[in-house]
C-alpha cells in the first residue's frame, strides 16, 4: 500500500502521539491538528520528527478546511477525555467531542474525504454483559447508592437478585452511555454514521478498552487508573483501589491501539461505501483493578495495593468485551500481553524522564478519582 496523508486530530495526545508513530513507521504522512488542551497537557509536547502539526481546534473550520488540503483519510481521536469534575463540564464536553466532530465531518463532506477512523470508547456500553442463572442475559441497571454503601459491589439480576455472572460484550449488544462522556462518544459514532450515509463515506469505529501504556497522563483528572497506581509508587505509597478490586476491565496496550488504527486507515478503501462499523479494540484477556494494581507495585518494588471499598457513582462494576469482530475483519490482535505491557509501564513510571512518567519525587496530589476511564 501507498503512503497515505491522514489529518490525525488530536495527535498529540496520549493516544495520538502514537498513532503518529505508528503512521510514519508504515510509511504514511500523518498531518496533526490539535488543540493542545491545557487539561490535556500540562506542558505541550513537541512535534515528533516527521510530524506536521496544526496548532488548532476542530471546531475552527477553517482551519480544518485548510488541514484536509490533499488528505485521503481522517483519524480523529480528538476529545475531552474522562468524566470531568461535575455535571457543569457538560457543555465543554458535548462542544469539544459532538460540535468538533460535527465541523470536521462538514468539513470531510465539502472537501471529497471519504474516509474515516474514529477514536470509540467502550464506555458506549454501560455494564458489561451479564447472565443470570435463571433468566440468561440480563441487564442490571446503575448501581443503588445503598447497596455501594454497603459494599455490595456486584450488580444483581433485574429480576430475581441473584448475583450475576460477567462475560464479554459484543459490538451488537445495547448502547446504555452512563455519563455525559460516554455519551458524547456514542453521539460522534452516530454523527460518523450519518455522515457516511449522506456522502457514501467509509467509516470505522474502534472502541477503545482502558488504553495503558508511555506517556500516559498523570494526575490530571483525566488520566486512568493505572496512572494514579503507578504515581503513588513512585512516590512510595501503596495504590489504593476502590471496590473490593473485582471490577474487571479489559488493558489495552497503547501501541497495539495505535496500530489498531494504521491497519483500520489501511483497509477504509475496501469497506462498503457508506457505512460506519464499530469494533471493540482491546486484548481480549480480562483482568481485575486489584490484579493491575498489585502487578504494578511488584513491577515496581513498592507497597502492596490498599483496597478501600470506596466507590464513585458512575463506575461500572465490569466491562469487557469481545474482541474477536476486529481480528476476524481487519486482522488486527493486541500483541503486548498483560504482564509484560504492565511492568515496562510502571518501570518507566520509576524513571525521571520526558513522556509523562512520574518522578520519585513528584509532589502527592489531591485525592485521585480512582477508576476514570477513557
Ligand atoms: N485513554 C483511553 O483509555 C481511551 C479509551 C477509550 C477511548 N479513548 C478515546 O481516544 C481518543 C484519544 O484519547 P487520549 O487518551 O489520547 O486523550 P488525550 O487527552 O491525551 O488526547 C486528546 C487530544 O485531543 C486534543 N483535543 C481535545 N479537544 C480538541 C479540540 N476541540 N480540537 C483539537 N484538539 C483537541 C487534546 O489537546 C489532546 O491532545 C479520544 O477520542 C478518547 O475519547 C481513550
Ligand atoms: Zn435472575
Redesign the pocket.
Known amino acids: 500500500m501507498t503512503g497515505m496523508r491522514v489529518l490525525l486530530?488530536?495527535?498529540?495526545?496520549?493516544?495520538?502521539?502514537q498513532v503518529v508513530e505508528a503512521l510514519l513507521a508504515r510509511g504514511h504522512e500523518p498531518v496533526v491538528?490539535?488543540?493542545?488542551?491545557p487539561?490535556?497537557?500540562p506542558e505541550p509536547p513537541p512535534p515528533r520528527p516527521g510530524e506536521q502539526r496544526i496548532i488548532?481546534?476542530?471546531?475552527?473550520r477553517t482551519a480544518v478546511d485548510g488541514a484536509l488540503r490533499g488528505v485521503h483519510a481522517v483519524c480523529?481521536?480528538?476529545?475531552?477525555?474522562g468524566l470531568g469534575k461535575d455535571f457543569a463540564d457538560a457543555p465543554d464536553y458535548v462542544?469539544?467531542?459532538d460540535l468538533?466532530t460535527a465541523v470536521l465531518l462538514a468539513a470531510m463532506a465539502a472537501a471529497g474525504v471519504r474516509q474515516l477512523v474514529?477514536?470509540?470508547?467502550?464506555?458506549v456500553y454501560g455494564e458489561g454483559r451479564y447472565t443470570c442463572a435463571r433468566h440468561g442475559v440480563v441487564r442490571p441497571g446503575p448501581r443503588a447508592v445503598a447497596e455501594l454503601e454497603a459494599g455490595r459491589f456486584e450488580p444483581r439480576c433485574p429480576r430475581c437478585g441473584a448475583e450475576l455472572r460477567p462475560g464479554l460484550v459484543g459490538e451488537d449488544a445495547p448502547t446504555d452511555p452512563r455519563n455525559v462522556?460516554a455519551a458524547t462518544?456514542l453521539t460522534?459514532e452516530h454523527l460518523a454514521a450519518s455522515w457516511a450515509r449522506a456522502t457514501g463515506g467509509r467509516a470505522v469505529a474502534l472502541?477503545?478498552?482502558?488504553?495503558?501504556g508511555p506517556g500516559?497522563?498523570r494526575d490530571t483528572p483525566?488520566a486512568?487508573v493505572a496512572s494514579f497506581f503507578r504515581s503513588a509508587l513512585a512516590r512510595g505509597q501503596a495504590p489504593t483501589v476502590y471496590e473490593d478490586g473485582g471490577q474487571r476491565r479489559d488493558f489495552v496496550h497503547?501501541r497495539d491501539?495505535a496500530a489498531a488504527n494504521a491497519v483500520a486507515l489501511e483497509a477504509l478503501p475496501d469497506r462498503a461505501a457508506g457505512t460506519l462499523t464499530a469494533y471493540n479494540t482491546g486484548s481480549g484477556v480480562p483482568h481485575t483493578v486489584g490484579e493491575m494494581a498489585q502487578t504494578l507495585a511488584a513491577a515496581c518494588g513498592g507497597p502492596a495495593p490498599v483496597v478501600t471499598g470506596e466507590y464513585r457513582l458512575g463506575d461500572v462494576r465490569h466491562i469487557t468485551a469481545s474482541s474477536q469482530r476486529i481480528a476476524d475483519d481487519l486482522g488486527w490482535r493486541a500483541a503486548t500481553g498483560f504482564a509484560e505491557g504492565m511492568t515496562e509501564f510502571a518501570r518507566e513510571g520509576m524513571r525521571a524522564g520526558p513522556g509523562g512518567a512520574a518522578t520519585p519525587t513528584a509532589p502527592a496530589t489531591p485525592a485521585a478519582p480512582a477508576a476514570p476511564?477513557?
Open positions: 486530530t488530536g495527535g498529540a495526545g496520549f493516544i495520538g502521539s491538528l490539535d488543540a493542545l488542551l487539561s490535556a497537557h488548532a481546534d476542530v471546531r475552527d480523529h481521536q480528538a476529545a475531552m477525555v462542544s469539544c467531542n468538533g474514529l477514536a470509540g470508547s467502550m464506555v462522556y462518544k460522534q472502541r477503545y478498552h482502558n488504553v495503558y500516559m497522563p483525566y486512568g497503547v491501539v476511564e477513557g
